[in-house]
């Protein structure tokens, strides 16, 4: 199983937008993995660029005063509770390839899908009043 970008999963900001595809890109390198040593890396580096991603994201939230951004950021934190909870199950060796795949289908792409497409709108509208302040 892979999981391929799709230009629905687009926020209209740049650099998130290209964040998403690393992270699809970082998530297949996690499913092609076979040794344990693989994926132990493939999920470290999933959970670093993961909590990298959602500070930019958060920023971009405070930003634009996205009025679901305590929701969003309890999503975020529990999804990074995940990440580690995957981890812990690659080294116990209780990690099987299903859950695997089950969990970044889930997460990653449900989460762009449902839990992000309301700060796409959001974001969009905020352009759209001329108030585009900001580093991002």
């Known amino acids: ?9 687009r926020i209209g900001n740049e650099t998130i937008d290209e964040e998403h ?9 996690f499913l092609e993995a076979t040794s344990i040593e693989a994926k132990r890396a493939s999920a470290q580096e999933l959970r670093t660029y993961t909590k990298e991603h959602f500070r930019r994201e958060e920023i ?8 679901l951004t305590a929701t969003h950021l309890t999503l975020h934190a529990d999804l990074i509770s995940k990440l580690s909870a995957v ?22 792409i449900k989460h762009m899908v449902s839990v992000d497409a309301p700060l796409v709108v959001y974001v ?3 352009r759209n009043s001329g108030d585009t302040g900001g580093p991002m």
Do not use: C, T
């Open 87 to 108: 981890e812990a199950s690659i080294e116990s060796g209780e990690l099987h390839q299903r859950e695997l795949e089950e969990f970044i289908n889930f997460w990653f």
């Open 1 to 9: 199983m892979s999981i391929e970008w799709n230009d629905k999963y």
């Open 21 to 29: 595809k690393e992270l699809f890109r970082i998530a297949n390198r």
């Open 124 to 126: 969009k509208r905020y």
């Open 60 to 67: 971009l939230m405070h930003e634009v005063g996205y009025p």
